[in-house]
């Protein structure tokens, strides 16, 4: 069942659509990953979902079953959170709390819950300005957790984090996605791999791939054949194209990717092939395409 969708959702600056007539469908229980390199519309998207920044034009609509305004059900980490240094990690949270519309002692309680849940319950008197990257992060992620919604957006959660607070924030995400729906952005595909079950991956301001991410991997993990000769094999690779059994063919001055419907097939053909011979084999591989190579085309 989706949590929320979207319908042509556009947003457009001095006339330039930032958002592209995006229409998304966010699963509830589930991991989901907005992907895509910077400037993709990520951000802005992510900001029209929570509430901060108006559509141009298009729909969103959440889920009947929870009432009110979208942004009570929502949790929100922006991609640079403003911490109080002179706070503690306790008084953040349960002053956010406060802010969210919680009662004094529902936002301790919600507080205690919070920090415990995201691994802080022993840092929470100290001072937030001497706080890790990840643990600043973790605080970011208890202050969005709090008001204990059904969504929380998390807008490039590890981005900034060295490689033990990434760890930290992507382990947390697998212990958060068991209690509540996540949304996040990244520009890493590995970061989605590890943690969503869905993707989505948007380009200038369109989504351009979608899917779960077992469907993906398996949908853009084709048979392929890197071949590299001592001569320019131009000539031989019009005649390879016309195969029924090639997919796709990309030469790069004497290196060519080429993949293909089935392995078997095309390694007898190719190797029987006395064209290819004479341009003198240096280099024949069998492997497979990745969601990373479609990925990289992508960032490309
Ligand atoms: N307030 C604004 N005014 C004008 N242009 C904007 C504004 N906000 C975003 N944009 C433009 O919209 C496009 C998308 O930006 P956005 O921040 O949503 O991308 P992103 O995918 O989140 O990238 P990043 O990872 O760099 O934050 C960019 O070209 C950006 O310059």
Known sequence: MSLI???????????????????LSIREGVCTALLGPNGAGKT????????????????????????????????????????????????????SAE????????????????????GLEEDRRKKVSGYSGGMKQRLG?????VHEPKLVILDEPVSALDPIGRRE??????????????LFSTHVLHDAEEVSDDIF???????????????????????????????AMDNWLSSINEKSWVRQSKLDKKKLTLTV?????????????????????LKFEVAKTSLEDLFMKVMR
């Open 5 to 23: 969708e979207t319908a042509r959702l556009t947003k457009k600056y001095n006339g330039n659509a930032a958002v592209d007539t995006v229409s």
């Open 99 to 118: 802010l969210a519309g919680l009662s004094k002692k529902k936002a301790k309680e919600s507080t205690n819950k919070m920090l415990s849940l995201v």
């Open 44 to 95: 802005t998207t992510l900001n029209m979902l929570t509430g901060l920044i108006k559509p141009t034009e298009g729909e969103i609509d959440f889920n009947k079953n929870y009432a009110g305004d979208r942004r009570k059900h929502i949790g929100y980490l922006p991609q640079y959170p403003k911490f109080y240094g002179w706070m503690t990690g306790e008084e953040y949270v349960s002053f």
């Open 201 to 231: 991956i948007m380009k200038k301001g369109k989504i351009i791939i979608e899917g779960g991410l077992s469907e993906l991997q398996q949908k853009y993990q084709q048979p392929a054949f890197f071949i590299e000769t001592e001569k």
């Open 169 to 182: 924030i992507l382990e947390l995400m697998k212990t958060l996605k068991q209690h509540t729906s996540i």
């Open 261 to 281: 419907e089935e392995v078997d097939t095309a390694r007898d053909a190719l190797l029987k092939d006395p064209m290819l011979h004479k341009l003198k084999l």
């Open 141 to 145: 992620i208890a202050q969005a957790l």
